[in-house]
């Protein structure tokens, strides 16, 4: 199992029980770390002022109380850090969370299943729309 930072489980205590369960079964996995759950009201406005957000206050799933959106990635020891440009290394990821969030769906453990902001539409096309959001995940 890898362990969360202090501040991924701050950011991922802030999120619905689902996501929560969701991210600690896959904590087992993989080596991630939670950038982002709840947003305020300045912060949701500052990742719209800069691109990172399509939506302004209070329009996003990261605005509600438990958030119903996460912001998550893969954890490179080596570097650090994430590589917020390593597209294939999201894929990745994203694949890993969507199994998992089925599994614990169909065994009756959690009650929503998840959209990726890689493939918003959810056809499995990842190239097919103008805003990519890679850590991106909603219920």
């Not at 294939?88 to 969030?101: D, P, Q, S, Y």
Request: aromatic fraction near 12%; glycine fraction near 6%; include cysteine.
């Amino acid at each position: 199992m890898y362990p969360y930072s202090i501040t991924s489980l701050r950011h991922l205590e802030s999120c619905h029980p689902d996501t929560q369960l969701i991210w600690r079964e896959l904590a087992k996995y993989i080596n991630c770390s939670v950038f982002c759950g709840h947003r305020h009201e300045q912060e949701q406005n500052e990742a719209f002022a800069d691109g990172k957000s399509e939506l302004q206050w209070p329009n996003s799933k990261h605005n509600s109380i438990p958030s119903m959106a996460i912001d998550s990635g893969p954890y490179f020891p080596e570097l650090r850090n994430t590589d917020w440009e390593d597209y294939k290394a999201f894929a990745v990821f994203a694949g890993h969370v969507m199994l998992i969030a089925r599994q614990l769906y169909d065994a009756g453990k959690i009650t929503h299943l998840v959209r990726w902001g890689g493939d918003w539409d959810m056809d499995g096309r990842t190239r097919d729309q103008q805003f990519n959001d890679l850590p991106h995940f909603e219920l």
